[in-house]
């Protein structure tokens, strides 16, 4: 089975404050993506990559970097927390052009 | 602008009722539509269709696509409680991984 695991499953940080969320997984997938789900938006694809040291802009890549240094594993970072990037996060992996498997989600709050 | 939307947001029914989940999409170089199903945790991945008028199906559920009328419908019959969750439709774009996803049906399925 495909396992695609992140960091935490819930996160409390304070405005301003340097996040990163990390994902891993196991299946030596070429493509990993970071999403954030909100009521009544669905999920809105922040950024992805399909190789390692590579990156591509989402839907909504504002107040958000990646880092993606290894195959197995996708960083998201919120340079400078703000409230409004209280949501929960989404990770997920993807062979090629196929169905994406993933991750349990991580829960943000920031106040 | 690619656009998935999914109807109804929501939807509560009983116990052995049927229910339809529709998704639209007017999306460019259209690939392939996929289903998950969402509980409290990571989404679940249900069907992916490539091709109009064959239909999916898995145990209760069922799933068509027509890509002349640009829908897909996800079928559920004799519904269970375990059933409840948010079911997720989602859109994939040729040679690419990304997929454009809907809102999001809310199905709560009582006793």
């Known amino acids: 089975d495909v396992k695609v695991t992140q960091s935490s499953r819930y996160l409390v940080k304070r405005t301003g404050e340097k996040v990163f969320l990390e994902c891993v997984q196991d299946?030596?997938?070429?493509?990993m993506f970071w999403y954030r789900q909100d009521p009544g938006l669905g999920l809105r694809l922040i950024y992805f990559?399909?190789?390692?040291?590579?990156?591509e802009k989402g839907d909504i890549p504002e107040g958000y970097s990646v880092s993606r240094e290894k195959k197995e594993r996708f960083s998201l970072i919120l340079e400078s927390a703000s409230t409004n990037q209280t949501s929960m996060y989404l990770c997920?992996?993807?062979?090629?052009?196929?169905?994406?498997?993933f991750g349990p989600g991580t829960r943000l709050t920031v106040t | 602008e690619d656009k998935v939307v999914q109807s109804p947001l929501s939807l509560v029914v009983h116990e052995g009722d049927t229910v339809t989940l529709n998704c639209s999409y007017e999306?460019?170089?259209?690939?392939?539509l996929l289903w998950y199903k969402q509980e409290k945790k990571a989404p679940t991945f249900l069907f992916m269709l490539t091709s109009s008028g064959i239909e999916k199906k898995s145990g209760r559920l069922s799933s068509i696509l027509d890509k002349k009328e640009l829908f897909s419908i996800l079928n559920i019959t004799a519904t269970q409680t375990g059933d409840s969750a948010v079911y997720l439709c989602?859109?994939?774009?040729?040679?690419?991984?990304?997929?454009?996803f809907g809102q999001g049906t809310t199905l709560q399925v009582k006793p």
């Open positions: 997920a992996s993807s062979p090629t052009v196929s169905e994406q498997y």
């Open positions: 299946m030596d997938h070429e493509n």
């Open positions: 990559s399909y190789d390692v040291k590579m990156k």
């Open positions: 989602a859109v994939g774009k040729s040679n690419t991984g990304k997929l454009i």
């Open positions: 999306v460019t170089n259209f690939r392939s």
